[in-house]
């Protein structure tokens, strides 16, 4: 079992409409969580980070994290053409081992 | 802005030369990793520097080396480029500690022939 898992898609959605990419994971020893965004041929680029547990918002995004459950989620409000991308999420543990564990990436499209 | 900086976008080499890919950053950070990125397998750690001088193996380390003279550049060595090593290869900073995220070059795509 990987450490961290992420539905690859492609997951295809209108104009408009409510986004949410999920990673689930397996150790409970993460504190530290980010989305990432990558347009094809460019490299990740940090579109939010958490840490332990709750919501954090910025303008159309929403990150939220379940410790619980080892679930996170980035919510994308009024999708855009834009927004078709890769979506990464990383997480860390507190280790200092400096490690970052990536998911797969889940590819969005939105459909103008 | 911030900024990490590859030395090429793409680059097409042949067996067993040997391959520099550079790396520069312009945020004074003290973390520097390099990463390959494969379909179906995501971001695999090959090496990263948390000081000058300073290294650690990431997850894959076998067949490439690195080099950190200066704190703002990080260099990956193919010492003897494969077929297999054909790859996005993706340079990243951070500042110490996990707590703010990784910022990312634009990668360099590597081909070996």
């Known amino acids: 079992q990987k450490e961290v898992e992420q539905d690859p898609g492609p997951l295809s959605v209108p104009e408009g409409a409510i986004v949410s990419l999920n990673c689930t994971y397996s150790?409970?020893?993460?504190?530290?969580f980010m989305w990432y965004r990558q347009y094809s041929r460019k490299g990740p680029e940090l579109l939010m980070y958490?840490?332990?547990?709750g919501n954090k918002e910025d303008g159309r995004f929403t990150a939220q994290v379940d410790k619980s459950s080892k679930y996170i989620s980035l919510f994308i409000r009024d999708s855009q053409p834009s927004d078709s991308a890769t979506y990464l999420c990383?997480?860390?543990?507190?280790?200092?081992?400096?490690?970052?564990?990536f998911g797969t990436g889940t590819r969005l499209k939105v459909l103008a | 802005d911030v900024k990490v900086t590859q030395s090429s976008r793409y680059l097409v080499k042949r067996t067993g030369e040997k391959v520099f890919l550079e790396c520069v950053q312009d945020m004074d950070h003290e973390n520097m990793f390099w990463y390959r990125q494969d379909p179906g397998l995501g971001l695999r750690l090959i090496y990263f520097?948390?000081?000058?001088?300073?290294?650690e193996k990431g997850d894959i380390p076998e067949g490439y080396s690195v080099s950190r003279e200066k704190k703002e550049r990080f260099s990956l060595i193919l010492e003897s480029a494969s077929t297999n090593q054909t790859s996005m290869y993706l340079c990243?900073?951070?500042?110490?500690?996990?707590?703010?995220?990784?910022?990312f070059g634009p990668g360099t795509r590597l081909t070996v022939l």
């Open positions: 520097s948390y000081d000058v001088k300073m290294k």
């Open positions: 990383a997480m860390s543990d507190t280790s200092g081992t400096y490690k970052y564990i």
């Open positions: 958490t840490y332990s547990s």
């Open positions: 990243a900073s951070s500042l110490v500690g996990t707590d703010n995220g990784q910022f």
């Open positions: 150790n409970s020893a993460f504190q530290y």
